[in-house]
């Protein structure tokens, strides 16, 4: 919440103007806080204010769809952090709403905001043809009990490793192939290494609960490599990237250079779709209900593959 709340602040033309919980104290001390002006003590009670035009729906994974739909069908547009949801059906149901309801909905991948990212697409050329993309999201454990931790709901391909399928499929295209080993710890996946085979590249990455901290993105073509040392939250402007060994460098947008201006430039981005009834687009050319449509057939097969191959190592007999 911390970094969503401030992400607004930073935004232009937009205002954070309610905040529900099911616990009415936790609503009030949050409103407090932020200086947010309408708390509600129920997700009915936001969706029925007339003075909400869009929801940021940043519930744990298995509520996403559930409460996208409503804020859906209640009227507003809604903008839904990552991943959209764990399955292909759940995101199909919540297009679907959003078509029929004319009204907006995205995926809150605010990294793909940062303007390193654009900047990286525009200078991948130089590298030659993309071959191969490696990615880690490596990163400290939830505590205990955090719906990170959930079966089914949680675990580190869809908290960490959603990013890494995103970039792969940015700069690598879509697979055609996938596979994925992980370990499991009570039913969660802690650590997933996958791999992406396509048409004209292949990609791998690991996301881990338990690994040293690691964030980085190697792209590595036919002419040379472009390596993103921060790729998912630069700490620091300019922001800094290579290619071919030579630093880019990434100046401040038109926000003010702090490390939650990926935020603020997503909500911007969100709002002027709203604002002009235009879908929304990151980075441009990149249609986003496409992208997220991408990114879930991927980790649900990601998954599925995960699941398979534990069950082939620990020598259970109930695969069919």
């Known amino acids: 919440m911390a970094k969503l709340a401030g992400g607004f602040r930073l ?8 905040i529900a919980s099911r616990d009415g104290d936790r609503a009030r001390a949050a409103a407090a806080h932020w200086n947010i002006p309408h708390p509600h003590g129920s997700y009915e009670a936001l969706l029925a ?3 909400v035009d869009a929801v940021l729906v940043a519930l744990h994974n298995g509520l996403h769809c559930e409460w996208t739909v409503r804020a859906l069908e209640a009227g507003k547009h809604v903008l839904c952090e990552k991943p959209l949801a764990p399955t292909r059906a759940e995101v199909d149901r919540m297009f679907a709403t959003a078509h029929r309801c004319r009204r907006w909905l995205m995926e809150g991948f605010m990294y793909r905001f940062h303007p390193q990212i654009a900047e990286a697409t525009r200078r991948v050329a130089a590298i030659g043809n993309v071959v191969q993309v490696r990615a880690y999201y490596q990163g400290a454990c939830p505590a205990a009990g955090n719906p990170r ?15 890494c399928v995103n970039l792969a499929r940015l700069f690598a295209g879509e697979p055609n192939h996938v596979a994925a080993e992980a370990h499991f ?13 396509g048409a ?11 690994l040293p901290g690691r964030y980085e993105a190697e792209i590595l073509g036919t002419k040379g490599r472009l390596v993103l040392p921060h790729p998912w939250r630069p700490p620091a402007w300019p922001a800094e990237f290579l290619v071919n060994d030579r630093v880019v460098r990434v100046e401040p947008p038109a ?6 201006a990926p935020f603020a430039l997503e909500i911007e981005h969100f709002s002027d779709c709203i604002r002009h009834n235009r879908p929304p687009q990151f980075p441009p050319g990149v249609d986003a209900e ?5 990114n879930v057939r991927v980790l649900e097969q990601l998954a599925a593959g995960a699941r398979v191959t534990r069950c082939a190592e620990s020598g259970s007999s109930n695969r069919r």
Do not use: I, N
């Open 255 to 260: 926000v003010p250079a702090d490390p939650l």
């Open 11 to 18: 935004a232009r033309g937009v205002a954070l103007v309610a």
């Open 185 to 197: 710890v009570h039913g969660v996946d802690m650590t997933l290494t996958g791999k992406l085979t």
């Open 149 to 163: 931790l959930w079966p089914g709901t949680g675990g580190a391909l869809l908290d960490l490793g959603c990013y």
């Open 49 to 51: 204010d007339s003075g």
């Open 200 to 210: 004209r590249a292949t990609a791998e990455f690991t996301c881990s609960f338990e």
């Open 290 to 294: 496409q992208d997220s449509r991408g």
